[in-house]
């Protein structure tokens, strides 16, 4: 079996929310050591997002198994000096505070970089650094907005924001990309760097369909719900189990066979107001009504049953308790347990499968502090000063 990519390798975050947790996790997947430092009065504020998960966040058990928690608190001296003697003999360090906060305690890349060349640093923000928006607020809502993707995401009455954290995801996605990529360059060139990636940068990116569509000469999508803009028919029917069913025509052929097959309507496969997409785009009220009318009869499986041995795409609209007990995820096992201070909890396999390779970490989500006084013995504080720092609130 071939070891994990990243064993042997030290992360280092300062890290809060979802954005630089998701990134470094997955780092953490894959076998880093990663560090995460957290505030001593409550640490990460995810841990406060609800008790879902047995009593804990269910973001933050999400984003941060297999860390170790050192809760310090960074505006005392002894604390940021432990954290930079961390980050001296760390092969990464990524932050996502505040705009301004880290270069204030001497932890934004460029400083961090400039001291420690084989470093790989990253910042993650909300907008980037400079240009009129650098010190706003940067939450998710706002980032999908500020992105366009809330004009493309809804229906024609209502834009609507992605149902996850979407702009944070994406940050999170190109950190972690970025922070492989410079780890590539620095075995080759013994040099790390810095990295930064914006959150509206990210999903601007992500944006890029609609995007360049209409910057080079198309009229902005219309949002459609679940329905297809210039396919017809393509949305989500009700069964008469009550589910519902998507299914996407995506030529004639397949019409011609979803009337005859699914529908058992063959007189509609050559009838001229349905026979082309074109045609049943401009009678798209009246092709949905047909389609509904005819799955309205079935219940789901059946209806899913008939879709498929017709060859027309198909699918089950799933809720999230659905997608828990999906038949494909038990069936390929993705499913695994990790562990937690309220105990074992289910947690999905990452999505990059490397056969031959040992299986991803997926470590136990932390609790605050869990790891303190380990990991400051570490890098050298001595028994009496790491009592100092627990008699004065310096660290838990």
């Known amino acids: 079996m071939q070891p994990l990519p990243l064993d042997g390798i030290t992360v280092v975050a300062v890290e809060q929310a979802v954005s ?5 996790r997955q780092l953490a997947d894959l076998g880093a050591r990663v560090i995460k430092i957290e505030r ?15 009593g804990l966040a269910s973001h933050f058990v999400w984003t941060n198994r297999g860390k170790h928690s050192l809760a310090i608190d960074l505006k005392d001296p002894r604390g940021l000096a432990a954290v ?20 204030r305690l001497g932890l934004d890349a460029a400083t961090l970089c400039a001291r420690h060349p084989r470093l790989v640093a990253v910042d993650i923000s909300g907008y980037g650094v400079g240009g ?24 024609p009455e209502q834009p609507v924001k992605a149902g996850i954290p979407a702009a944070d995801i994406a940050a999170a996605m190109y950190a972690y990309s970025g922070v492989l990529a410079a780890l590539l360059r620095r075995a080759t060139t013994g040099v790390g760097g810095p990295v930064e990636v914006s959150m509206l940068e ?23 719900g679940l329905a297809h803009a210039v396919i017809a028919p393509y949305d989500a029917f009700p069964t008469a189990d009550g589910a519902r069913v998507l299914l996407s025509v995506q030529n004639d052929r397949e019409w011609r066979r979803l009337a005859e097959q699914v529908m058992v309507r063959p007189e509609l496969a050559h009838d001229p107001a349905y026979a082309t997409n074109a045609a049943r785009t401009a009678h798209r009220e009246q092709t949905n009504a047909l389609v509904a009318k005819a799955l309205a009869e079935l219940d789901t499986d059946e209806a ?17 308790a659905d997608v828990a007990a999906h038949p494909q995820l038990a069936a390929r096992e993705r499913w695994r347990e990790v562990d937690s201070p309220a105990g074992p909890l289910r ?29 400051l013995r570490g890098v050298g504080v001595t028994d009496g000063e790491i009592a100092a720092m627990r008699r004065d609130g310096v660290i838990v």
Not at 349 to 374: F, K, R, S
């Open 20 to 24: 630089a947790p998701f990134a470094t």
């Open 40 to 54: 001593p009065d409550g640490g990460d504020f995810a841990r406060g997002y609800d008790t879902a998960a047995r």
């Open 84 to 103: 930079r003697r961390l980050i001296a003999d760390a092969d990464v360090f990524v932050q996502n505070l505040a705009q301004g906060a880290a270069a």
């Open 132 to 155: 009129p928006y650098a010190d706003k607020r940067a939450y998710d809502m706002l980032v999908q907005c500020e992105a366009g993707l809330v004009s493309v995401t809804g229906t």
């Open 202 to 224: 990210a999903l601007a990116e992500w944006m890029g369909h609609p995007l360049h569509h209409a910057m080079h000469g198309g009229a902005p999508p219309a949002r459609t």
């Open 304 to 320: 899913l049953r008939r879709l498929e041995e017709a060859g027309i795409a198909c699918a089950r609209l799933r809720d999230v």
């Open 347 to 375: 947690a999905m396999l990452p999505p990059v499968t490397m056969p031959g390779a040992v299986e991803p970490v997926m470590g136990a989500v932390p609790a605050l502090g869990q790891h303190t006084e380990e990991v």
